[in-house]
């Protein structure tokens, strides 16, 4: 896989599904918004923003 920088997601990924806003503790669903910021052979971080407080956050998913 070669390595990318920033871009749209198409689907959310499961391991993201349900994951919890830092501040409101607000569910992300699969329609959520998400962008990925670094996509490599390891790993893949997420940048989503939670629909109901606006919060930014980051996911970082780690491949086996």
Do not use: H, W
């Amino acid at each position: 896989m070669s390595e990318r920088d920033e871009g749209k997601v198409g689907a959310l990924p499961k391991e993201l599904v349900g994951a919890d806003c830092p501040r409101c503790g607000f569910k992300i669903s699969q329609d959520t918004e998400v962008t990925f910021n670094r996509e490599d052979s390891f790993f893949v971080g997420y940048s989503l923003t939670c629909p109901a407080c606006g919060n930014e956050f980051c996911y970082t998913l780690y491949f086996k």
